[in-house]
């Protein structure tokens, strides 16, 4: 689906310039000697809530550009533990199949036990970049992993370990970003590390632009406007239909707010 004519990615590249330029200057005002690698957000106004949404299965948008292909990226596997399908099985199938990013595999039988009180939980979202899980399970996590998976949006993402090759797998899940239905009318969707070249991330926003499109109901007439964003900064309009009139605006007609000014 093509980005609408409010939304240009000359435009789309200079709000990411904007945003760039701010966290690289809240990095130079912090003392930490270690600069911060941000995710940059696409947050969606919505105009009305989608109805009959499924929480549990984050929805798949491809990108061109990784968010986990760095150095550090860990992500945890969540697998069946019956019939042979153990985790010890899976560890031995992560090394065979030399999945490096996966650095832990856990059990469901395990995640019930060992993961019971809120902190281990907490713990465990906080450990990990990503956490996929065998699609099979995928039901039964929600009450399992507790709303902090939720908070953070790192609700495990299914994949097919019926499958011969799981790397292919590890790579498919890794080669996206994710949409979540919270049951509002804000999604917010990650888009790029402040770490890639302005290009990339502009590439990466389009395409989760046209990706969420895909899984919102009545697609564009129902979209109130589009910002970029980090987890600490403003909302940096990129697109915006105004409620009382059908006008619409885009950053290259907009102030920048003042904090990413600043």
Known sequence: MPLPSGVQPEQILKAVKALLKHIEKQNAKSNSLIEEDELIYL???????????????????????SLYDYDGAEICLIVKDKQGEGHKAAKERVRQEKLAKVAKVI????????????????????QYDLFIADD????????????????????????DLTAKDWAGQVRKATEATYMFHTGGTSLS????????????????VAAVIEGAL??????????QALYLRTAESAALPIYQELPEQSTRISVGKVETPAVLAA
């Open 43 to 65: 947050q969606v106004s919505l105009k009305k809530t989608p109805q009959h949404t499924r929480k549990d299965k984050p929805l798949r948008i491809p990108v061109p550009h």
């Open 107 to 126: 059990g469901l039988s395990k995640l019930k036990s060992k993961y019971e009180s809120h902190e281990a939980k907490r713990n465990l979202c906080a």
């Open 136 to 159: 099979r399970i995928i039901p039964s996590l929600p009450k399992l992993i507790g709303k902090k998976f939720f908070q953070k949006k790192k609700q495990p993402i299914p994949v």
């Open 189 to 204: 969707i990650r888009a790029a590390r402040s770490s890639f070249t302005a290009e990339d991330c502009a590439e990466n």
């Open 214 to 223: 895909q899984h919102i109901p009545r697609k564009w007439s129902n979209v």
